[in-house]
């Protein structure tokens, strides 16, 4: 059964973009290689050849799990988007309760996570976690460090 994962257009569209690439540029290459690797003789004994057609077989493997992962992509309406609570593209702030330290994330598809720009995965410790809560409910969300209790300050888009 194919998974279905939730994409803002710009992370679908980066799927798409890394897809072209490797069906347009990284094939050519790859075939390229194949066939400069079998002018070079016996194939029975030719490393060169051996490794170059495993590099396009899983050349082909990413494409081809790429393509799925693009079938199965819905699109997040981000109007449609219930701010009451936390869901995949809205933005937390939550205070560590602990130190009191605040931070902000924005959930985002595992594809799309991007820790540097403050954007988590629905499906890390973290993300899991916050979703469904409510500004004001505090929760206690393990990570590999232990177990850290959150407070939800504020949800916003």
Known sequence: MANVGYYTEEGLQKLKDELQQLEVVERKKCTAAVAEAREKGDLSENAE?????????????K??????????????????????????????KIKNLKNNATMSYTLVAEN???????????????????????????????????????EIVSISL
């Open 112 to 150: 799309e996570a991007d820790l540097k720009s403050g954007k988590i995965s629905v499906d890390s410790p973290i993300g899991k976690g916050l979703l469904g809560k409510r500004v004001g409910d505090k929760v206690d969300i393990s990570v590999p460090a232990g177990v850290i209790p959150f």
């Open 49 to 61: 050849y051996d490794a170059a057609r495993e590099a396009q077989a899983l050349l082909e493997v």
């Open 63 to 92: 494409i081809a799990k790429l393509k799925d992962v693009i079938a199965n992509a819905r699109l997040v309406d981000e109007s449609q988007i219930d701010i009451s609570k936390v869901s995949i593209l809205t933005t937390v």
